[in-house]
């Protein structure tokens, strides 16, 4: 029988990076299989989505490329790391005591690209543009919502309302959340102000009339104000150091941090302590949002991944088009794991030297069921029951070297507890957890 015909469904990620220790499966390479044609295959994107570093790209209603990343590092350390992603550095210090970890420093620097009003940067993990740039204070923006009006305007609780005007432009605009007052303004065109008591911007495009009726336009942003010496809030609060186009954002009370947390951009998770010699394990989860306006021609965003933009051409009657294509495939959205995607014959993947994550009992799994005399706890339709699953870890029959992990539940909810169990760290990495699924996304341990 050939290879196609005997694995019609099997789907296999080979991902190039290593699971977490915590797990007791700290591999190079490590294939996660299931079946395609099954909904064990969202249970694996599940596990993917959690452990793995992942990029979304798909093209925005303003014909723009939006690039989502959820990255992911598995950090090894003695008593400080560093992240330094090529846009920023991250760097935390900590001390420790057996296994008690007391963080000592927490600090961000990043270079923003431009200074010039107007411009757009990014700044830790998201698109802005520079809306006010002095000696030492910079406020970034990041539009929310374009506003014309020729008197008032309301977003979430605020009212923003021009009491006067003239025809040189010049306006005098009051905030009101709520029917209280919080802020008053003295704008011309191109100006933009930071609302007080709250993150908004507001940027005064230009002011135009319709016979006797003025027209105001507005640009609403999500903002950022940083100034050298003051304080910048986010989830905490940072002392903000400004040098030129260098931020550097210092954490004010880092030893008030719990073992896991998250601040800025990150998600810092203490995963383990090695009992041998006290190297600390963590897990940096680091998220960023960009958005790419694209010129004509091609853009390469990796593992075969490019953008195609087509200027607009008058004598056809078409705008500016754009496309997103993987492995020559167009693709209107393109979910972009690190690694790659094959199929591969039955008997070699249970000869190959990588580990394996098996998700899907026998009946949905065919490599689960080839290895089901191998188990250490059978799998079936009765067993362990409706809604429940069994994790087991064994070495793989065919190859000693190699270990498996076997997600398998006697239905698709069973199987669904499983990866959840693992998620929630529930699971050692080692011997069986029989679990049930108790909603949507709970699960206990039997």
């Known amino acids: 029988m050939s290879a196609p015909s005997k694995l019609i469904a099997l789907f296999i990620l080979t991902v190039l990076c290593t699971l977490p220790i915590s797990y007791g499966m700290v591999v190079d390479d490590p294939l996660i ?78 270079e923003i690209e431009s200074d010039d009003e107007g411009d757009e940067v990014t700044f830790m993990g998201k698109t802005y543009r520079v809306l006010e740039y002095e000696s030492g204070k910079i406020v970034l923006g990041n539009t929310i919502e374009d506003f014309e009006t020729s008197d008032e305007f309301n977003y979430e609780g605020y009212t923003i309302k021009v009491v006067a005007s003239n025809s040189d432009g010049e ?45 105001f336009f507005f640009e609403l942003s999500d903002s950022l104000e940083l100034e050298d010496g003051e304080s910048f809030e986010d989830n905490g609060e940072f002392d903000v150091e400004i040098d030129g186009k260098k931020i550097t954002l210092d954490y004010d009370s880092p ?16 995963t383990d302590v090695s009992s041998a010699d006290l190297t600390v394990f963590f897990t940096v989860t680091q998220t960023e949002s960009y958005e790419y306006d694209m010129d004509e021609g091609t853009k390469y965003f990796g593992n075969n991944i490019f953008a195609v933009k087509l200027d607009n ?46 998700i899907g009992g026998p009946v949905s799994n065919k490599v689960t069921e080839n290895i089901q005399n191998s188990l250490s706890v059978e799998v079936t339709n009765d067993y362990p029951g409706e809604g429940k699953g069994v994790i087991q870890t064994i070495t793989n029959p065919n190859n000693a070297e190699s270990t498996i992990l076997v997600l398998a539940g006697s239905d698709r909810e069973g199987t669904k507890a499983c ?17 049930k699924l108790t909603g949507d996304d709970s699960v206990s341990v039997i």
């Open 255 to 270: 030893k008030s941090l719990s073992k896991n947390f998250e601040l800025l951009n990150y998600n810092v998770e203490l």
């Open 171 to 215: 306006i005098m605009v009051s905030v009101y959340k709520g029917s209280d007052r919080v802020d008053n303004l003295k704008m011309y065109p191109d100006d933009s102000c930071m609302i007080s008591g709250s993150s908004l911007s507001l940027y005064y495009d230009e002011y135009l009339t319709s016979g006797d009726t003025p027209y």
């Open 313 to 358: 051409d008058e004598e056809n009657d078409w705008d500016d088009e754009l496309y997103l294509y993987k492995n020559n495939k167009k693709y209107d959205k393109i979910v972009d794991y690190q690694g790659s995607v094959q199929l591969v014959d039955q008997d070699e993947l249970l000869s190959a030297s990588s580990d394996l994550i098996l």
């Open 419 to 435: 990866v959840l169990a693992l998620n929630q760290g529930l699971y050692s990495g080692s011997g069986n957890l029989v679990v």
């Open 33 to 110: 299989v299931v079946n395609s044609e099954k909904v064990d295959k969202s249970y694996a994107e599940l596990l993917m989505d959690k452990y793995y570093t992942k990029r979304t790209i798909e093209v925005n209603s303003d014909n723009e490329i939006v690039v989502n990343e959820n990255i992911i590092y598995n950090v090894p350390a003695i008593d400080e790391f560093e992240i330094n992603d090529g846009k920023g550095n991250l760097l935390v210090e900590f001390t420790k005591s057996g296994e008690t970890v007391t963080y000592k420093n927490f600090e961000y620097e990043e």
